[in-house]
């Protein structure tokens, strides 16, 4: 079985999230994607299956769970989409995941570059709890915290606890212990640190063991949570930078389109730039 190599959120290869695509997997279980997913070791796997002409049907998976939607993997697979099945320089596509259905447009740039951008949809605010436990078990304090921000809830398909920090916070986080359970206390699915002076953010899986290089998916819930405490304007793209403290920085382009609790749009996007292929000469049983 073919796949493509890409990284995501860059235009330099080695650089940016890389993700393995698989654009034709119909026929494998779920049980066989993750077991893929876990011997590449990308920070995520997307499965595809062609419903028609324009859209997909995918599934996602990091090294421990599958994911009901993510970003990045989104993003890079409908670039490769493009390679195989567009000869046009602009192209959009339809992607069907657990939690939406989202479109994807893309633009090729130069041989194996493209620039893609991910319209997640609207955003819901799901409440500003208490984050003491959370900020604990990732080395912080309330004094950490942004006092002009407030932490908040936010989905675009998954559920962020948006946490704006100030100072050296960013560089200082750790995660001590696992999040699974203050994070599910709060109603929220993953952690997102926000340096929203810098436009800068971290991400690691809950356990702490993995962090993530840019997390396509929480980039567009702190996309809808600066847009509705009035730090960016309707529809102006910014730059939100991740990944540095991995040695792989990269930079997503982030749009918000609405105002205080209403945002009806989030726009995710970033350079593309394809890697490499492989071929699996054996499937898991």
Do not use: K
């Not at 407030?150 to 200082?172: F, H, I, K, N, W």
């Amino acid at each position: 079985m073919r796949y493509h190599h890409v990284d995501v959120f860059t235009s330099r290869p080695y650089s940016g999230n890389s993700l393995a695509v698989f654009p034709e997997a119909a026929g494998l279980s779920g049980a066989q994607m993750a077991q893929i997913t876990r011997e590449l070791r990308h920070f995520e796997s997307i499965f595809l299956v062609r419903e028609n002409a324009t859209t997909w049907a995918a599934r996602v998976f990091d090294l421990l769970d599958e994911l009901d939607f993510a970003g990045h993997p989104v993003i890079g697979a409908a670039c490769v989409l493009h390679a195989m099945h567009a000869d046009a320089d602009r192209a959009t596509w339809t992607i069907r995941l657990a939690a939406r259905t989202v479109r994807v447009t893309t633009r090729r740039t130069g041989p194996g570059r493209y620039a893609s951008v991910l319209d997640q949809g609207p955003a819901t605010f799901l409440g500003r709890p208490d984050v003491a436990a959370v900020l604990s078990r990732l080395s912080l304090g309330p004094e950490d915290l942004d006092p002009d921000l407030p932490a908040e809830v936010v989905s675009t398909g998954l559920r962020y606890l948006v946490l704006p920090v100030r100072g050296d916070a960013l560089a200082r986080a750790r995660i001590t212990a696992d999040l699974d359970a203050p994070l599910a206390a709060v109603g929220a699915q993953f952690a997102y640190l926000l340096d929203a002076a810098g436009r800068e953010g971290r991400h690691w899986n809950n356990d702490g063991h993995v962090e993530d290089v840019a997390t396509g998916s929480g980039a567009g819930c702190v996309a809808a949570f600066l847009r509705r405490h009035g730090r960016v304007g309707d529809g102006e793209p910014v730059t939100l930078r991740q990944g540095r403290f991995t040695g792989r920085p990269s930079e997503m382009t982030i749009v918000a389109y609405g105002r205080d609790e209403r945002i009806r749009s989030v726009e995710v996007g970033g350079g593309v730039v394809l890697v490499g292929e492989g071929e699996l000469r054996e499937l898991p049983r």
